[in-house]
């Protein structure tokens, strides 16, 4: 927790085979949703925390920095309890199929 609050944001690695987008959407469900008094909508199963794309050159790395706003950090920053976050990532290119890769981890408090 004490690196995403003073960094604001999640920051992660990406890297294509080809060159792309990679594009990366952190996520809560919805009862962690609640659980941090964070409005989310009736029909909504999670609420989305920061996303972020960017260019990546053929087999290189691209930093991907996921910016939190102040109302989801000081949302984080209330709970005693650690927080779960899902990570989706989706890498595209021209003429190439989509593919994604879910992750999961926790934010320990």
Known sequence: ?????????VTLRC????????????????AVARRLRLKIGARAAALTVGTRSTTVRR???????IVLTRRIRAAF?????????RLRV?????????ASVTRSFTIRR
Do not use: H, M, N
């Open 90 to 98: 989706t890498g595209t290119a021209s003429g190439r199929r989509a």
């Open 15 to 30: 890297r294509l085979d080809v060159a792309g987008r990679c594009r990366a959407t952190a996520t809560v469900s919805r």
């Open 77 to 85: 920053a209330r709970s005693r309890r650690s927080i779960p976050l």
């Open 1 to 9: 927790w004490r690196t995403i609050r003073r960094a604001r944001a």
């Open 59 to 65: 087999g290189r790395f691209s930093t991907l920095r």
